[in-house]
């Protein structure tokens, strides 16, 4: 099955910065590449989405860009705010398959 | 609309008892899915379902048993619980596979003593 690595485990910046989350995946067959977010002790909540015939995304201040020749796609938050505070994961699914998470990244905004 | 509903929403066991986490949607799911999340490990797939009446293994089936009665209800069965499967359980569903957003239920937070 798919697997795949999500980096940094923890991030902590001051609000106002940008903060980027990475992630790799290993089945080269995958086309769809989502994030979650998940605020403390409530449910994992899409926040955007990519598919593989598309480079980048953007939705006011989040995007996400995905490289299939390197395997691997980030989430990008500018201009970050305390509400942003909360895990965020990645996924990768392959075609008519189920979907993997990332180990997740705890995403601390400093006021 | 209800969505994905889990329930129980906590649940403490003793080694060894047995129990049945229900999971139920209301969105004309196809498939539907269990997770486990322990800290550090994101969320790991125990079973799904693709479509009523098909189920499979994920990454961390065993000690579970997963039934999908019918397309709306998807339960996890622990037929012998242990320490180790002390977790936070998310049940979810998706139009169509894991090519379509998922919805997760509340999730079950379950300690085995």
């Known amino acids: 099955g798919e697997n795949v690595e999500q980096h940094p485990s923890t991030l902590s910046v001051q609000e106002g910065d940008s903060a980027v989350i990475k992630c790799t995946y290993s089945?080269?067959?995958?086309?769809?590449f989502p994030w979650y977010k998940q605020e403390l002790g409530k449910r994992p909540q899409l926040i955007i989405d990519?598919?593989?015939?598309?480079g980048e995304k953007k939705d006011q201040r989040i995007a996400v860009t995905l490289n299939k020749t390197a395997k691997h796609f980030s989430l990008h938050i500018t201009e970050t705010q305390p509400e942003d505070s909360a895990v965020y994961f990645c996924a990768a699914t392959p075609p008519l398959d189920d979907m993997r998470f990332g180990a997740g990244t705890r995403l601390t905004v400093k006021p | 609309n209800a969505g994905v509903t889990q329930t129980p929403k906590f649940q403490v066991l003793k080694t060894g008892q047995s129990m049945t986490l229900q999971c139920a949607q209301d969105m004309n799911h196809n498939s539907m899915y269990w997770y486990r999340q322990d800290p550090g490990m994101g969320l790991r797939l125990i079973y799904y379902?693709?479509?009523?009446?098909?189920?499979d293994k994920g990454e961390v089936p065993n000690g579970y048993n997963v039934s999908r009665l019918n397309k709306r209800e998807f339960s996890l069965r622990l037929e012998s619980a242990a320490p180790s499967q002390t977790s936070v359980y998310f049940c979810?569903?998706?139009?169509?596979?894991?090519?379509?957003?998922?919805?997760f239920g509340q999730g079950t937070r379950l300690t085995v003593v």
């Open positions: 979810a569903g998706s139009t169509q596979g894991g090519n379509t957003e998922a919805f």
């Open positions: 990519i598919r593989s015939n598309v």
């Open positions: 089945d080269s067959a995958s086309n769809y």
């Open positions: 379902s693709a479509s009523e009446g098909t189920t």
